[in-house]
């Protein structure tokens, strides 16, 4: 970057007016030796340790506003990866963390005129004026700063599908976690872990890292309600709800069993009875040829195997790249591009067939 603030006491930071509590935290993740002149298959037990330097005693950075904004620094784009690429998985990054707080995640473009709270970028060398340099057979993937920057080293192999590569999604969500004031994490199942298994770790937030972020930030929860068709929203201040759910998405007229978004087509698939509809967010309305049953838009691959209607959610797992419906003591998980590219004579959107929820969740006995 070409400006940064002025130097600070090394075990105080003020942010947004108020002192933070000082602590040692490091925001770098490594890589032991993968960069893009060296892409050797990554082995089952190889790990990426941070071997940070821990130059100062950073605070923790408990930010006071809700809304904060993001910015991929222009100067800062991937030689590597589409701009799309970047910014979608950015995106996502920061979704994980805002689902489960109340904070509120907005990208602001490079032309906007609003200050960008959180700025990321990708850079090699002597980059954006940081004083900690990627060297450039080093293993350093990424590190943020105490002011809220996050640079990821653009000489490593970074991803967007993390196949052959290194997972940018995995590493965003780890820097965002520091920088929102999470240090790292013992825990094996915590995306702020130091030790990070290329195959083992989740994109997910473990139950400890979900407790450590609502400890500084607050839980957001969203709560609908069947009687009135109503969705209530926890820990959002300043926005206007109950609302209806038709005023917010036109056509769609409660109550409603689950909801899905799907983040590459940007639409949401709202499942009512026997019958979905997909709600195109991009026209803010529902497409043509809607509602159709959801037998229809999501056939059996076994028949009679199904849970036809009545759904009592339906959720994507990042970890899995999969989505699952779930009804009862059941779940069925719908085919996608890793179950077509392993067998093309799986219908699109398949419904494989049900299990019980204990069989893949094991601390779960039964959702409903």
Known sequence: MTGRRGAEPADMIHVDGISAASSDLSGKVVHPNATKRSYQPLKKDQMWRSKCNRLTRRAVLVLVKKRLNWQLLVEGYSAYLTLEEQRRTLRQAFRIWSKVTPLIFSEVSPKSTLSAD??????????????????????????????REIHFNDDQHFTASGQHGINLLRVAVHEIGHVLGLPHSTRADSVMSPSYNAEGNSLELGTGDRRDIQQLYGAHVWTYHSAKSEMISEGSQGHQFPRLIHERFPGIIGPIDAAYFNHTQKTIYFFTGLMVTVFDIKTHQPL?????????????????????????????????????????????????????????????????????????????????
């Not at 959180?118 to 002011?147: K, M, W, Y």
């Not at 059996?300 to 036809?308: A, I």
């Not at 989505?323 to 590219?341: A, C, M, N, Q, T």
């Open 118 to 147: 959180i700025t990321l970028g990708f850079g090699t060398g002597r980059h954006f004026g940081c004083p900690q340099v990627f060297e450039s057979e080093g293993n350093e993937l990424a590190h943020s700063t105490s002011d």
């Open 288 to 368: 043509g040829g809607y509602p159709r049953r959801i037998t229809e838009m999501f056939p059996p691959v076994l028949p009679s195997d199904h849970p036809t209607g009545d759904l009592d959610t339906a959720y994507y797992s990042y970890s899995h790249q999969a989505l699952y419906l779930f009804k009862g003591i059941y779940f069925w998980k719908v085919v996608g591009p890793k179950e077509r590219s392993q067998n093309a004579s799986l219908p699109i959107n398949g419904v494989l067939p049900g299990q019980r929820v204990s069989k893949q969740w094991f601390d779960i006995c039964d959702i409903t």
